[in-house]
């Protein structure tokens, strides 16, 4: 794998920029975003599981060994995404699929001028409100969104929305944080 940093980048831009191109030119937007959707979760999966990262660092594997297991471990994703995968393994880059995901989705903004908000909230969002954040994003972004929608009780109530690193959290369950704290430090009690 590349160490030197400008050679990281240009190869993790090149590997981002070959997957959305082939994703776009596939199946235009929608493979686009399953890609990216697939691309988390071979960026989990890769950072989760240890045997996964132990066997496809084993220096006694040969790339074709390294390919056909990848091959197997990541049966049915997008063919775009599948190849990519498979030249990574060949050249022993998958250590950069989460800095490749982060690309992808910043390229996704440049070339097709779409944002992609994830949106997280207690119950699924019905459509009116769908509609609202949807508008809302698209003005404060000035670009056409696209959203993600997530569905975590544990938020309590309120929303989390995040798009291109930044992150906005109205969750209720932060703000209970946030008061515990303030009130921590101001009287010294303990909620």
């Known amino acids: ?79 775009a995404l599948a190849e990519t995968l498979l030249v990574m393994a060949e050249r022993d880059d998958l250590g950069l699929a989460g800095r490749i995901y982060r690309a992808y989705d910043e390229q996704i903004e440049e070339k097709l001028g779409v944002a992609v908000v994830d949106v997280t909230t207690v119950v699924e969002l019905d459509d009116a409100l769908r509609e609202t954040i949807s508008n809302k994003a698209a003005q404060d972004l000035g670009k056409q969104v696209v959203l993600r929608e997530h569905v975590d009780k544990s938020i309590l109530g309120g929303i989390i929305m995040s798009v291109s690193g930044r992150r906005i959290d109205a969750s209720i369950a932060t703000q209970l944080d946030t008061a515990r704290t303030v009130l921590k430090t101001t009287d010294g009690g303990e909620c």
């Open 1 to 79: 794998m590349p160490t030197n940093r400008l050679v990281v980048k240009e190869t993790v831009d090149t590997y981002a920029s070959v997957l959305l191109d082939a994703a776009n030119a596939a199946g235009g937007q929608d493979a686009v975003l399953e890609v990216r959707d697939q691309l988390e979760v071979v960026t989990k999966a890769l950072r989760s599981n240890v045997d996964l990262e132990v066997a496809l660092a084993e220096e006694a594997y040969t790339p074709e060994q390294r390919e056909t297991l990848v091959r197997n471990v990541f049966a049915g994703m997008n063919p």
